[in-house]
């Protein structure tokens, strides 16, 4: 196992290990096409628990987990695809069409007043572990 042969050859007694993932309860899990997230980019998902049972297992503390912050980018991604979902994959008629139009215009505009505090209730894409080895020197 990889974490094993960090955990025991490359990390020394009281040195450190800081790891930064996707994060899989990040804004990427309610999107519908999440490419960003799968292979060939990611081909496994490392959520808190995962990082809590390794440290466990392998003689770790869990010294500090930070979310990355969702970025201003995502966030319009992340209203976007909220809107596209609504809009159906059926041809719309014009009424509907009009009303998207509406909606991504007033989503473009609103966007950058909700953001500041919408940010803090969405997680990012990334987040980050420090792990201190506690084994001692053998």
């Given at each position: ?10 990390i ?31 081909n ?19 010294v ?6 969702l970025?201003y ?20 008629s ?10 991504s ?10 953001y ?22 053998v």
């Amino acid at each position: 196992e990889l974490f094993e042969f960090f955990a025991t050859k490359l990390i020394r007694p009281g040195g450190y290990m800081i790891i930064a993932v996707p994060n899989p309860d990040g804004y990427l899990k309610e999107l519908d096409r999440n490419l960003l997230d799968m292979p060939p980019h990611h081909n496994s998902s490392w959520s808190l628990k995962c990082f809590e049972q390794l440290q466990a297992r392998h003689g770790f503390s869990l010294v500090e987990h930070k979310k990355e912050p969702l970025r201003y980018v995502h966030y319009l991604g992340f209203l976007r695809s909220l809107i596209e979902s609504d809009a159906g994959t059926k041809a719309p008629s014009i009424k509907k069409r009009l009303f998207y139009m509406l909606q991504s215009i007033s989503t473009n505009l609103l966007a950058p007043l909700t953001y500041l505090g919408d940010r803090n209730q969405i997680d990012g894409q990334t987040h980050l572990v420090v792990l201190k080895n506690n084994r001692q020197f053998v």
